[in-house]
């Protein structure tokens, strides 16, 4: 079957096209419901009841897959390597998945897991999942303020951790996080699970605190609880426009769906290949394609504890290809870029027998050609970028590796996914021809496996993502499309930046810039960078009674945000300047800005109140 006889049909008989989707799953109870309107929104297979964790594990091992390995863990940070086997996996998952119910965690409870990328991050989420417990991973490079940020939003019973975790060299105290993350918050958590990573870090028992190794000896492998499709599985926070994070809720039966689909029809995917995303557990990358899509269509899965370089050097991605056989590998461009600065003739390429790796795909950022040229050129098979958010959970915008690869067109994330009607509008919500640029919206109803709703707060879900243009769900990007149907995304339209791949508010750095006692205003936007793609560049004007050291003002601000939000946050520079650009109601022309600082072309804007600034701004940035 070719792309666009698949797309059509899940276009004009969705209900027929996701029930033979659906069906490639096992159920408990097989869903007769295949898509079922609510208020704002719609349910798929509403009546069916299934359990992600099984789906994971058991299943593979009922049909005879009990030895093929499950997982490849891969760690240069502690030089260590394991192959977890489907069997093996089942005892780690069933027996932690028992001592969470000892402690009396129960279906719809919710459960923080903050840890680094081991196995027993895995081993947490499926255990939460075969219990029926909610669970919301939170990425390491976040500081405990954003973890209690979190602890406050999802009130966690149980929060599972590691004593560690490693970033090149640096030992990242996850522990003494997770403490200080719960005196920083008012939700008081039951226990905290630590996993022990010996050698690390030497840290103290608090009364809630239990040792992971302890709990999971004295447990038993516990069966997978059906639970209904639109059960939620996870919590997974992401940067909003404001300040507060978005806890985007994914449901069961939907998601398990999209992702067999995607496996399948998007990556190329057969069971019992070995498929890597290089990502991390914390991500929606991490959970979608490290964890549950692979480990679902009956994958090996390869879980990387290190970086694209310095881990130790630029050829470590070549060697997990090879060695474990990679059929489809998966990452950000920002990767790639760090990888081609430190070895631009791939010379590192071509010591590795390659050979089974047949497609590389992109996502995370936009993608420069340049980027994607050179990958290509040097691997000699398909690059792929394609396109899709947090809240969709799996690709939106791709080229279909698994039927029939239509020719990739650089800078494009390829055509759209079956089930989503991508269109381009302008303000007024009109659909713009090819080649204009607007704002990329997707036509309700969308496919299974996107967002539910926003973790109690339906008020932010509508108001983020429904009532800008009715009977769409906006996706924050812009974008065009051209005569083709190839849809390329420009970038966000809102305070959201793309760093290095990590998703980040410029609007939650600006309060914390802004809350400094010697700042009288400011403004953080990203700027280009090279290797990351965008970089959070601040500006600041000065309290007009400030006397003192401009330099340590600076460094106190960069701190701040480090502390606030993490070392993720990349916000390494800020500038002082005498005023900011703005309208004559006084907002500030982040826009503008933006343009000047990476010297582009720019048309002053109309509501501009004093023309006089441009050039001011214009010194700041000569070089
Ligand atoms: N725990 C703690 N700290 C973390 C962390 C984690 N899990 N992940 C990143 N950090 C820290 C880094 O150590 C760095 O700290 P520093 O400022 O003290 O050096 C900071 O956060 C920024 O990290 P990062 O943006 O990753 O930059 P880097 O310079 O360490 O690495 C790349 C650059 C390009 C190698 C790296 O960004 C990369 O591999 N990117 C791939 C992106 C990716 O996988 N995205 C996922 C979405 S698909
Ligand atoms: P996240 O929710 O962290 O996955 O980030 C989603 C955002 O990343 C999207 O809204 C886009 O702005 C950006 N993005 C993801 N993939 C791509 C891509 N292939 N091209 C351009 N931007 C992308």
Known sequence: MKYKELYNESITNPAEFWKRQANQLKWHKHPKKIITPTETWNNWFEDGKLNMSYLCIDYHIENGRGNDIAIYYDSPVTKSKQKITYTELLYEVGTLADSLLKLGIRKGDTVIIYMPMIPQAIYAMLACARIGAIHSVV??????????????????KLIITASHGIEVDRVIPYKPFV?????????????????????????SMNEIDLDYETLVNDSEVIEAKPVKSTHPLYILYTSGTTGTPKGVIRDTGGYATALKFSMKYVYGVKPGETFWAASDVGWVVGHSFIVYGPLLNGNSTVLFEGKPIRTPDASTFWRIISEYNVVSMFTAPTAIRAIRKEDPLGSFIKQYDLSKLRHQFLAGERCDASTLNWLENQLKIPVIDHWWQTESGWPMLANFAGIDLFSVKPGSAGKPVCGYRIEILNNEGENLGPNEEG????????????????????????????????GYYFTGDGGYKDEDGYVFITGRVDDIINVAGHRLSTAEMEEIVASHPKVAECAVFGVHCDIKGQKPLGLIVLSSSFEGDEEEVKKQIIQSVRNKIGAVASFKEVKIVKRLPKTRSGKILRKLLRQIADHQSYKIPSTIDDVTIIKELEQYFVN
């Not at 990425?139 to 966690?156: T, W």
């Not at 996993?195 to 030497?202: S, T, V």
């Not at 309700?444 to 707060?457: D, E, K, T, V, Y």
């Open 139 to 156: 990425f390491g490079g976040f500081a405990p303020n954003e973890l209690a940020i979190r602890i406050d939003d999802c009130k966690p």
């Open 179 to 203: 403490d200080e993350a719960i005196h920083l918050a008012e939700h008081k958590v039951d226990n905290v699970i630590i996993y022990n990573r010996q050698n690390g870090l030497e840290y």
């Open 439 to 470: 704002l990329v919206a997707v036509k309700l109803p969308l496919p299974p496996g996107n967002l539910m709703n926003l973790w109690r707060n339906p008020k932010r879900f509508n108001a983020s993502y429904l009532n800008r243009f009715p």
